[in-house]
């Protein structure tokens, strides 16, 4: 597949114009940052692993009634999917306490949501993503109320199946963070959904087995991710 005209570089994917109208391209790239890009570092392989999770999630979601912007891998770190107009915002969906909201607010690390707590940031590095709250995004003109109430029904279906998928294999799923897009009048889930954008815990041991371990310094990343793909992928799956 080539790659055209690059139209945007995250801090850890890039986003290509495809040949194909409506499709774009997107390569899962080895940076990793954290603390607001305050901490970077190439994990050689991180990529790959991002990408192949995330199409696994994308297609067990889809085939779950999710509709979401996948449409296939063409390499181990590359997927196409359908060229959406992003909506500016980081839907965070808590299980339990850990990082900002106990940082913000008086919670005990690890204390258990039930139900979930949903939270949302404005997507705006340069106001360093600060939460915002349904009154705002219909200010801002960025979602309707009733778009707001599909995306937090959307957001805790998705944290149904994972929190399960997960579950199943001993493994906490402990929050994450999803984006979501438009097509048309459509909204579908976009972005990525991988060890970069969730806490996860071993249920045994309590370790963590996502971007923690980088930003805390608490082991081997890319052994931590690729224990997590092995986990939960399964054998073949993919390109
Ligand atoms: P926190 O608000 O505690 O920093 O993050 C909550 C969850 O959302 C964590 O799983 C974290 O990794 C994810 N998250 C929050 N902001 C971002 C972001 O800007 N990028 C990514 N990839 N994940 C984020």
């Known amino acids: 597949m080539n790659r055209s005209q690059l139209l945007y570089a995250g801090k850890a994917k890039s986003v290509y114009r495809s040949e194909v109208p409506e499709e774009l391209i997107v390569s899962f790239r080895d940076d990793i940052t954290a603390f607001d890009g305050g901490k970077k570092d190439i994990i050689v392989g991180k990529g790959a692993f991002n990408a192949r999770i995330s199409a696994f999630f994308f297609s067990y979601l889809e085939e779950h009634g999710i509709p979401t912007h996948f449409i296939r891998m063409t390499d181990e770190r590359t997927m196409v999917v359908r ?22 607010y008086p919670f005990q690390e690890g204390q258990v949501f039930s139900p979930p707590v949903i939270v949302m940031d404005y997507k705006d590095d340069t ?50 963070k999803i984006e979501f897009g438009r097509s048309g009048d459509k909204i579908l889930l976009a972005d990525e959904i991988s060890m970069d954008s969730m806490r996860l815990w071993d249920r045994e041991t309590g370790a963590s087995l996502d971007k923690d371990v980088y930003r805390f310094d608490k082991g081997d990343v ?16 993919g390109v």
């Open 127 to 176: 106001r360093h993503d600060p939460m915002i709250n349904e009154d705002l995004i219909c200010a801002l003109g960025l979602l309707t109320r009733e778009e707001i109430q599909t995306i937090r029904k959307l957001a805790l279906t998705i944290n149904r199946h994972l929190t399960d998928l997960f579950s199943n294999k001993g493994l906490d799923l402990i929050d994450f």
């Open 222 to 237: 890319l052994s931590a991710y690729a224990q997590v793909v092995k986990m939960m992928v399964p054998e073949g799956y």
């Open 83 to 104: 060229e959406l107009t992003m909506i500016p915002l980081e839907v965070i969906v808590r299980n339990r306490a850990a990082g900002s909201i106990v940082r913000r």
